[in-house]
Nanobody, 123 residues
Framework: QVQLVESGGGLVQAGGSLRLSCAASGRAFSRYAMGWFRRAPGKEREFVAANNWSGSNTYYADSVKGRFTISRDNAKNTVYLQMNSLKPEDTAIYYC????????????????WGQGTQVTVSS
């Protein structure tokens, strides 16, 4: 079992930045690839970013490429999502998730999920 807890969400103006954190506990964090997903009001959950066990490989949705950066610190059992140049359309609940395999972009491929953190971007 892996327990995930997100933090760092909030209200920010368009063009601003936020850094989300996801703290993991339980089984060896470094064995899992990690991903970030989001769900906007009235929409399906969508992939945002992911990385592999070491963080050396990263994957991004086209909508966030160049603005968001995923990283991880295995010594702290934490994965981060740095979000810059935020837009109102980035408003959503953001979830982190853990997967046994790297490079997975579908939510149904992830095994463990956090409870989510709200990000609201005002125009």
């Amino acid at each position: 079992q892996v327990q995930l807890v997100e933090s760092g969400g909030g209200l920010v103006q368009a063009g601003g930045s936020l850094r989300l954190s996801c703290a993991a506990s339980g089984r060896a964090f470094s064995r899992y690839a990690m991903g970030w997903f989001r769900r906007a009001p009235g929409k399906e959950r969508e992939f945002v970013a992911a990385n592999n066990w070491s963080g050396s490989n990263t994957y991004y949705a086209d909508s966030v490429k160049g603005r968001f950066t995923i990283s991880r610190d295995n010594a702290k059992n934490t994965v981060y999502l740095q979000m810059n140049s935020l837009k109102p359309e980035d408003t959503a609940i953001y979830y982190c998730a853990a997967c046994k395999y790297a490079g997975r972009l579908r939510a149904d491929e992830y095994d463990y999920w956090g409870q989510g953190t709200q990000v609201t971007v005002s125009s």
